[in-house]
């Protein structure tokens, strides 16, 4: 069984506040891809990370994959509410379809 | 975008259920996702030029279609209370980028 298994599962802070959400496998991905999900929507890509060790900045949030390719952390600096949502980690492990595995998601809550 | 219908629907179990996905415009690659309450989405199938392209461990009582447009709808059969879930649909150019835009889901209940 292929198992993502993201931390923390929840996380409620203040406006302001960094922090870092980890995602972690014991396989190894092709790529693995951020989503962030609003109640009453499907998750929205964010970014899609490839090589081993990559780091990617979108605004205040920065993406890296591990040397391995097996996990995966999403650092948000100074937080803002509209931050608040679910987020995804998903690894593909096939180069030829889109069968990606999902993490269990981390629940973000950001107090004005 | 890719548009889901219907948004929400009501079984109960044995039944059968069809859900249906218009993807986005230009894209001929169309995947099925469960994802249950508190849950990532686990993937069911995905479909490219109207053939199943790679399945999840999902029984053969979940199938599905692509049409000539790159619609595509999902069947469930025997409907089961732990069917119950919020079905995505979310297409892509081409298959293999994991790369997804997905549309906003069906909601099953099955009691």
């Known amino acids: 069984t292929q198992l993502l298994e993201q931390s923390p599962q929840f996380l409620s802070i203040q406006e302001g506040e960094n922090l870092t959400v980890y995602c972690n496998s014991s396989?190894?991905?092709?790529?693995l891809q951020w989503y962030r999900q609003e109640p009453g929507e499907g998750p929205v890509l964010l970014v899609t990370?490839?090589?081993?060790?990559e780091v990617k900045k979108l605004k205040r949030l920065t993406f890296q994959f591990g040397d391995a390719r097996k996990d995966s952390s999403l650092h948000i600096t100074a937080a803002q509410p509209g931050d608040t949502g679910l987020y995804l980690c998903?690894?593909?492990?096939?180069?030829?379809?889109?069968?990606?595995?999902f993490g269990t998601g981390t629940r973000l809550q950001v107090f004005p | 975008g890719v548009t889901q219908s219907p948004t929400h629907l009501i079984k109960t179990r044995g039944q059968q259920v069809t859900l249906r996905c218009s993807s986005q415009s230009g894209h001929n690659t169309v995947s099925w996702y469960q994802q249950a309450l508190g849950q990532g989405p686990q993937f069911i199938f995905q479909?490219?030029?109207?053939?199943?392209?790679g399945r999840g461990n999902f029984p053969p009582r979940f199938s599905g279609l692509q049409f000539p447009n790159d619609s595509s709808e999902l069947n469930v059969n025997a409907l089961e209370l732990d069917d119950s879930a919020l079905y995505l649909c979310a297409s892509s150019p081409l298959p293999g980028t994991g790369e997804l835009f997905f549309g906003e889901g069906s909601r099953l209940t099955v009691l």
């Open positions: 998903a690894g593909k492990l096939s180069y030829n379809t889109d069968k990606l595995i």
């Open positions: 990370v490839v090589t081993g060790g």
């Open positions: 396989s190894v991905f092709s790529s």
């Open positions: 479909y490219y030029r109207k053939e199943e392209n």
